[in-house]
């Protein structure tokens, strides 16, 4: 029985944003919208009109009409508005008042916030928005940063999208060989990059990388120097911040085609070259006002905090937060220094919704944080994104009972390909741990088997079977769309296969229990890799799990358990056996592992996925430069490490 830890109140539901549009859209429509069940039904039955009515609730600017909502090509070659002209910049910052604060900025161990407001926003982005225009930039070119979570990637960003030129960022904890791998692929003309960022209390000096950034990407023309941790003399042939936006010009906002490219946004390129993902000014434009307005429900005024580097997705989502004419809380720095310290810094900025990875959750609640202990006054939190990977449900009890009683805590699934989600909570559903609150509005997708049947109440692929304005208009150095093809279309023609596997469950909510890719398929039967790390990572016994399932010649199979033992324990015999006991009892005996291994870490993506699939081809005997990317990894040893206990297991099996 799935345990529900909280229900929105009639009034709750009365006073959100959800409601009103609804209210709006029963006038437009002639037809009633009790919930968002009914909303749901409509916008997939009726894809065109639903994206219109948020085209016309929120009054996107075309500055020239569209003659089609969208063309009748299969996806991936779908389009959307065509003829339309728009430029996403203007949406941004055409709402909230010039005295209101656009972004509150702050860093890790405390200090006085930087408050940026929407007029001093706009007179920024308007002096960098003509620098760039007199530098050469025209509409395609690219800008390309290396930046922390702080005003200048903002900044930089939506002057970048007002010239019409493409923006492609990587967080400066990003080493060399991984930037460039990810930015020379663009050929930018120009860089902007910071000296350092903070982490744990040190000052991280970036200047050897930025320099080796100048040396091989030879298509900068113009380097712009961020004088942010360091007090020192501007590099050679750069250009300062404060020249940048010092200037007087007026905001102009270069209007583009509605599959104009926005920006590039990397997969995590843990085999191979990063997969470079191009977002478009109109499909973003729509995804951020329904995502923002509907399911976040800012209002002009509002703050939200969301806990990312401008490596993440995250980053791109929040930042259509100004949309509605709310603020962006960015704060650079660790989430743990001091323990908690990203709920002392919503408590701090009054914010009304936070979104944050899982671990950030898993973290706070691992470290004894406690906001009401600790005299911390979140009373105007109501709402928690949480993305990245599987909240367990240790982190939904936590929240309840050391942030906030009363609080939608909405898991969300869906990522760097949209730029969005495809399921998450609405203003109407309860929080149940373990549980996704449902598809969202213009999502038509569902579970399907191996035969591509839906099914509903067991596992399948998720799939998405029609299109969606914010995917991808097409994939960098792609001209004939077959990477694209081969990434998402290459199992079902025509239908998005995500790469998840979920359940959809009678109830309407949703289960995600981890990559289809990396799937631990047993004695027939198909096994979530979330579902072992939501059962063993809330013992205190266990910092880390990682589970594999390899297959072995003549039908055998190898379910392996990696355990990275808490400070001070081990894995003996009596731990080992606690483990098999809890697999067996809370989940199912076919649960059980071949073997329990102690290994020293868990390896990760840059934006912090445990390396499931490098790892199972490493088992496999994949040799480590075929089966992952090392530029793109946390902790290079730790996988080297499972690099030579592969090599070992093989020797000894062969």
Same mark, same amino acid.
Not at 519 to 537: C, K, M, P, W
């Given at each position: 029985?799935?345990?529900?830890?909280?229900?929105?109140?009639?009034?709750?539901?009365?006073?959100?944003?959800?409601?009103?549009?609804?209210?709006?859209?029963?006038?437009?429509?002639?037809?009633?919208?009790?919930?968002?069940?009914?909303?749901?039904?409509?916008?997939?039955?009726? %894809?065109?009109?639903?994206?219109?009515?948020?085209?016309?609730?929120?009054?996107?600017?075309?500055?020239?009409?569209?003659?089609?909502?969208?063309?009748?090509?299969?996806?991936?070659?779908?389009?959307?508005?065509?003829?339309?002209?728009?430029?996403?910049?203007?949406?941004?910052?055409?709402?909230?008042?010039?005295?209101?604060?656009?972004?509150?900025?702050?860093?890790?161990?405390?200090?006085?916030?930087?408050?940026?407001?929407?007029?001093?926003?706009?007179?920024?982005?308007?002096?960098?928005?003509?620098?760039?225009?007199?530098?050469?930039?025209?509409?395609?070119?690219?800008?390309?940063?290396?930046?922390?979570?702080?005003?200048?990637?903002?900044?930089?960003?939506?002057?970048?999208?007002?010239?019409?030129?493409?923006?492609?960022?990587?967080?400066?904890?990003?080493?060399?060989?991984?930037?460039?791998?990810?930015?020379?692929?663009?050929?930018?003309?120009?860089?902007?990059?910071?000296?350092?960022?903070?982490?744990?209390?040190?000052?991280?000096?970036?200047?050897?990388?930025?320099?080796?950034?100048?040396?091989?990407?030879?298509?900068?023309?113009?380097?712009?120097?961020?004088?942010?941790?360091?007090?020192?003399?501007?590099?050679?042939?750069?250009?300062?911040?404060?020249?940048?936006?010092?200037?007087?010009?007026?905001?102009?906002?270069?209007?583009?085609?509605?599959?104009?490219?926005?920006?590039?946004?990397?997969?995590?390129?843990?085999?191979?070259?990063?997969?470079?993902?191009?977002?478009?000014?109109?499909?973003?434009?729509?995804?951020?006002?329904?995502?923002?307005?509907?399911?976040?429900?800012?209002?002009?005024?509002?703050?939200?905090?969301?806990?990312?580097?401008?490596?993440?997705? %995250?980053?791109?989502?929040?930042?259509?937060?100004?949309?509605?004419?709310?603020?962006?809380?960015?704060?650079?720095?660790?989430?743990?220094?001091?323990?908690?310290?990203?709920?002392?810094?919503?408590?701090?900025?009054?914010?009304?919704?936070?979104?944050?990875?899982?671990?950030?959750?898993?973290? +706070?609640?691992?470290?004894?944080?406690?906001?009401?202990?600790?005299?911390?006054?979140?009373?105007?939190?109501?709402?928690?994104?949480?993305?990245?990977?599987?909240?367990?449900?240790?982190?939904?009890?936590?929240?309840?009972?050391?942030?906030?009683?009363?609080?939608?805590?909405?898991?969300?699934?869906?990522?760097?390909?949209?730029?969005?989600?495809?399921?998450?909570?609405?203003?109407?559903?309860? @929080?149940?741990?373990?549980?996704?609150?449902?598809?969202?509005?213009?999502?038509?997708?569902?579970?399907?088997? #191996?035969?591509?049947?839906?099914?509903?109440?067991?596992?399948?692929?998720?799939?998405?079977?029609?299109?969606?304005?914010?995917?991808?208009?097409?994939?960098?150095?792609?001209?004939?769309?077959?990477?694209?093809?081969?990434?998402?279309?290459?199992?079902?023609?025509? @239908?998005?296969?995500?790469?998840?596997?979920?359940?959809?469950?009678?109830?309407?909510?949703?289960?995600?229990?981890?990559?289809? #890719? +990396?799937?631990?398929?047993?004695?027939?039967?198909?096994?979530?890799?979330?579902?072992?790390?939501?059962?063993?990572? +809330?013992?205190?016994?266990?910092?880390?799990?990682?589970?594999?399932?390899?297959?072995? =010649?003549?039908?055998?199979?190898?379910?392996?358990?990696?355990?990275?033992?808490?400070?001070?324990?081990?894995?003996?015999?009596?731990?080992?056996?606690?483990?098999?006991?809890?697999?067996?009892?809370?989940?199912? =005996?076919?649960?059980?592992?071949?073997?329990?291994?102690?290994?020293?870490?868990?390896?990760?993506?840059?934006?912090?996925?445990?390396?499931?699939?490098?790892?199972?081809?490493?088992?496999?005997?994949?040799?480590?430069?075929?089966?992952?990317?090392?530029?793109?990894?946390?902790?290079?040893?730790?996988?080297?490490?499972?690099?030579?206990?592969?090599?070992?297991?093989?020797?000894?099996?062969?």
């Amino acid at each position: 029985m799935t345990e529900t830890l909280w229900t929105p109140s009639a009034q709750r539901i009365q006073a959100s944003a959800m409601r009103e549009y609804l209210d709006w859209l029963q006038v437009r429509e002639e037809r009633q919208f009790d919930d968002h069940d009914a909303l749901w039904r409509w916008s997939v039955e009726d %894809l065109d009109r639903f994206w219109l009515s948020v085209v016309d609730y929120y009054g996107v600017s075309f500055s020239q009409p569209w003659t089609q909502v969208r063309t009748t090509d299969q996806m991936p070659h779908t389009r959307w508005f065509t003829g339309a002209r728009l430029n996403w910049a203007e949406h941004l910052l055409r709402n909230g008042s010039d005295d209101v604060a656009a972004l509150v900025c702050l860093q890790e161990g405390g200090g006085p916030a930087r408050e940026i407001t929407f007029g001093a926003l706009r007179r920024s982005v308007a002096s960098a928005a003509g620098w760039l225009r007199r530098a050469g930039v025209r509409p395609g070119d690219r800008v390309a940063a290396y930046l922390p979570n702080t005003e200048h990637a903002v900044i930089a960003c939506l002057a970048t999208a007002a010239v019409g030129a493409v923006w492609a960022c990587c967080s400066p904890d990003f080493g060399a060989e991984g930037t460039i791998g990810r930015l020379a692929q663009l050929e930018p003309t120009v860089l902007i990059a910071t000296d350092g960022y903070h982490w744990n209390g040190k000052d991280i000096d970036r200047s050897g990388v930025v320099a080796q950034l100048r040396e091989q990407l030879p298509t900068v023309r113009h380097y712009l120097h961020i004088a942010y941790v360091f007090d020192r003399p501007d590099p050679a042939g750069s250009t300062s911040w404060d020249e940048l936006v010092s200037g007087d010009d007026h905001l102009e906002f270069e209007q583009v085609e509605f599959s104009h490219p926005l920006w590039v946004l990397f997969t995590s390129g843990t085999t191979g070259l990063p997969k470079g993902l191009v977002h478009g000014h109109g499909g973003i434009t729509l995804e951020g006002l329904k995502w923002s307005g509907l399911y976040a429900g800012l209002r002009p005024g509002e703050r939200i905090f969301t806990y990312t580097s401008t490596g993440w997705a %995250l980053w791109n989502i929040q930042i259509n937060a100004l949309t509605q004419g709310a603020g962006l809380v960015l704060y650079e720095g660790s989430p743990g220094h001091p323990p908690g310290a990203v709920w002392e810094v919503a408590a701090r900025t009054g914010a009304q919704v936070m979104l944050l990875g899982a671990a950030v959750i898993t973290a +706070s609640a691992n470290a004894g944080v406690s906001a009401a202990q600790l005299g911390w006054d979140l009373s105007r939190l109501r709402h928690v994104f949480v993305s990245g990977s599987a909240l367990p449900p240790a982190g939904y009890h936590w929240v309840m009972e050391h942030v906030s009683p009363d609080l939608r805590i909405d898991s969300t699934s869906g990522g760097t390909d949209i730029s969005g989600s495809f399921i998450g909570a609405n203003e109407y559903t309860p @929080v149940q741990v373990g549980r996704i609150g449902g598809i969202l509005a213009g999502v038509d997708c569902g579970a399907w088997d #191996d035969d591509g049947r839906p099914v509903v109440d067991s596992v399948g692929d998720l799939v998405i079977t029609a299109p969606m304005p914010s995917m991808p208009i097409y994939l960098w150095n792609d001209p004939d769309a077959v990477r694209y093809q081969e990434s998402y279309f290459d199992t079902w023609p025509g @239908v998005w296969r995500h790469g998840d596997w979920v359940t959809m469950h009678s109830d309407g909510s949703i289960s995600v229990h981890g990559r289809s #890719d +990396s799937t631990l398929n047993r004695q027939g039967v198909r096994l979530g890799s979330a579902d072992f790390y939501d059962v063993l990572e +809330s013992m205190p016994e266990i910092t880390e799990t990682l589970v594999i399932g390899v297959d072995l =010649p003549d039908d055998g199979y190898w379910l392996g358990l990696f355990v990275v033992p808490a400070p001070g324990q081990a894995l003996d015999d009596a731990l080992e056996q606690k483990i098999i006991t809890t697999l067996r009892t809370r989940l199912t =005996p076919r649960h059980v592992p071949d073997e329990i291994v102690e290994a020293p870490a868990v390896p990760h993506t840059l934006t912090g996925k445990r390396l499931e699939v490098p790892i199972k081809k490493l088992l496999a005997g994949k040799p480590l430069e075929k089966a992952a990317n090392i530029a793109s990894v946390d902790n290079p040893d730790a996988l080297r490490w499972y690099a030579e206990f592969a090599a070992n297991r093989l020797q000894q099996s062969g």
